[in-house]
């Protein structure tokens, strides 16, 4: 019986100390439009898209990308969604900030 307990305390001592050697997973991080728009750039049979479909993919993805990061900042000051003139111009103003930091 004492020999069937220090083989299971040997065991589960071995089997934590390897657990504890594995590395921990990496924090999950936004990712960057390029990156999230390359992984969808694939065509209905799901073959990457090449040449000037991508190009064409990747600008309408990137237009796409700035569109719902402007429209997710378009808050008033009381934290209610902007409407009407003062949010289409807020939403020019952003498009075309973020199209001068590019």
Known sequence: MSRLTAVLLTSLFL?????????AAEPATQASPDSSCEAKAVDKNGK???????????????GEMTNTDCA????????????????????????ADAAAAK
């Open 15 to 23: 089997a934590s100390s390897a657990f504890a050697q594995t590395p």
């Open 48 to 62: 990457p898209l090449a040449g000037a479909a991508k190009s064409s993919f990747m600008k309408k993805c990137h």
């Open 72 to 95: 997710a900042k378009a808050v008033d000051k009381n934290g209610k969604p902007l409407a009407g003139a003062a949010k289409n111009s807020f939403m020019k103003k952003c498009t």
